[in-house]
């Protein structure tokens, strides 16, 4: 069964205004930590920011910020205040505490940023 | 910083060869994973390494396997390389720290093709 769920098309952002990625999960394991990535086309992952399933509070880093829903399964990356380095392929991951350190990595979301 | 580095960013084999790719990381990290991806399926986990000479099969081992004789080097090896591992393949290395945090690093990817 699928874990981690991304499911938008592509998508063009106008640049300076904010984009929302969407991610849902699926686990029975009370602990859990939730991730995104940033793959530019030269094709290196790059982490952007970590949310722990304990956590009270929405994770924030610099222009990315996860909208974290805990009840509804769900992670959204909002990213800021776009610039046109941000074109690129999103990835959203899951590592489950008897998980033994794997990730589950959704499809990805492709975005494009328009100046 | 973390550096994940892979040996090669392109490589062309032919089919029947055997291939190594090389991955070695810099931040004394426990665990290393090799991963491929292809478009449309993601990131699939090939195999990890949990600590020197330990290994164990992600999702998809079949074709490949790997070593791990020092902490810091990770290689993946394809004893008879075939035309259908023409593939990206990521590198990443994690830490045994706090639980369910252990961000994966990536290195740059290296673009395997078959011929």
């Known amino acids: 069964a699928q874990k981690i769920t991304q499911t938008q098309p592509g998508m063009f952002v106008q640049e300076k205004e904010a984009v929302t990625l969407d991610c849902t999960y699926d686990?029975?394991?009370?602990?859990?930590?939730l991730f995104w990535y940033k793959q530019p086309s030269s094709g290196e992952m790059i982490f952007l920011i970590y949310?722990?399933?304990?956590?009270?509070q929405n994770a924030t880093e610099g222009r990315y910020s996860l909208n974290f829903q805990k009840a509804r399964k769900s992670a959204n990356l909002v990213i800021s205040a776009s610039q046109l380095g941000d074109s690129a392929m999103y990835f959203c991951?899951?590592?489950?505490?008897?998980?033994?350190?794997?990730?589950?990595f959704g499809k990805g979301n492709q975005v494009v940023v328009i100046p | 910083d973390v550096k994940v580095t892979q040996s090669s960013r392109y490589l062309v084999k032919r089919t029947g060869e055997k291939v190594f790719l090389e991955c070695v990381q810099d931040?004394?990290?426990?665990?290393m994973f090799w991963y491929r991806q292809d478009p449309g399926l993601g990131l699939r986990l090939i195999y990890f390494?949990?600590?020197?000479?330990?290994?164990e099969k992600g999702d998809i081992p079949e074709g490949y396997s790997v070593s791990r004789e020092k902490k810091e080097r990770f290689s993946l090896i394809l004893e008879s390389a075939s035309t259908n591992q023409t593939s990206m393949y990521l590198c990443?290395?994690?830490?045994?720290?706090?639980?369910?945090?252990?961000?994966?690093?990536f290195g740059a990817g290296t673009r395997l093709s078959v011929l």
């Open positions: 990443a290395s994690s830490s045994t720290g706090e639980l369910a945090k252990n961000i994966q690093y």
């Open positions: 931040m004394d990290h426990e665990n």
């Open positions: 686990t029975s394991d009370p602990s859990y930590g």
């Open positions: 390494s949990y600590d020197v000479k330990m290994k």
């Open positions: 949310q722990g399933s304990y956590d009270q």
């Open positions: 991951a899951m590592r489950e505490f008897y998980g033994n350190n794997r990730l589950a």
